[in-house]
């Protein structure tokens, strides 16, 4: 099956400074990549996603960048701030049912 | 506003009890999972079901079992709970190729 690799696990920023988390992933029929913010005590929660036919994603201060040929995709988080303190999770789609999971990222925003 | 309800928050059992998680969702998905999360482990996917009365097994099966009577609602049995089951639970739901909706967690204590 798929396999989804993220880092880093931990990752403290100081308040204004951009973030930026790496996955990779191992199968190329993967076509859906989605990003989920979980907060202390909640589900995870959508942030952004992309598609296979897509290079990049914007969305204000979140954009999400897709590399098929080397099979990895990273989030970028601009002008942190401390509500972005949270945990991230990439995840690969291949069937368009099941989702693979990446390991997570806690996320520190420093004030 | 779409939602995804578990129906328990936090849950303490004692080891060898039968556990029913159970989780609802109003969007008319065809898709519900249950997840378990554990620190530097992610989210692994324990079962899923794409139609009434349909399962999969995920990646993490045993010592579990699952209910879909109906489409809105996806119930995860532990037969007999034992202590390493002590985990957070959670239940997604969506349809075919979009995003996945997850419900706030059941923090479940073995002891």
């Known amino acids: 099956g798929e396999n989804v690799e993220q880092h880093p696990s931990t990752l403290s920023v100081q308040e204004g400074d951009s973030a930026v988390i790496k996955c990779t992933y191992s199968d190329s029929a993967s076509n859906y990549f989605p990003w989920y913010k979980q907060e202390l005590g909640k589900g995870p929660q959508l942030i952004i996603d992309?598609?296979?036919?897509?290079g990049e994603k914007k969305d204000q201060r979140i954009a999400v960048t897709l590399n098929k040929t080397a099979k990895h995709f990273s989030l970028h988080i601009t002008e942190t701030q401390p509500e972005d303190s949270a945990v991230y999770f990439c995840?690969?789609?291949?069937?368009?049912?099941?989702?693979?999971f990446g390991t997570g990222t806690s996320l520190t925003v420093i004030p | 506003d779409v939602k995804v309800t578990q129906s328990s928050r936090y849950l303490v059992k004692r080891t060898g009890e039968k556990v029913f998680l159970e989780c609802v969702q109003d969007m008319d998905h065809e898709n519900m999972f249950w997840y378990r999360q554990d620190p530097g482990l992610g989210l692994r996917l324990i079962y899923f079901?794409?139609?009434?009365?349909?399962?999969e097994k995920g990646d993490i099966p045993e010592g579990y079992s699952v209910s879909r009577e109906k489409k809105e609602r996806f119930s995860l049995i532990l037969e007999s709970a034992s202590t390493n089951q002590t985990s957070m639970y959670l239940c997604?739901?969506?349809?075919?190729?979009?995003?996945?909706?997850f419900g706030q967690g059941t923090r479940l204590t073995v002891v």
């Open positions: 992309i598609r296979s036919n897509v």
């Open positions: 997604a739901s969506r349809r075919m190729n979009t995003e996945a909706f």
């Open positions: 995840a690969a789609s291949i069937t368009g049912n099941q989702f693979y």
């Open positions: 079901s794409y139609d009434v009365k349909m399962k």
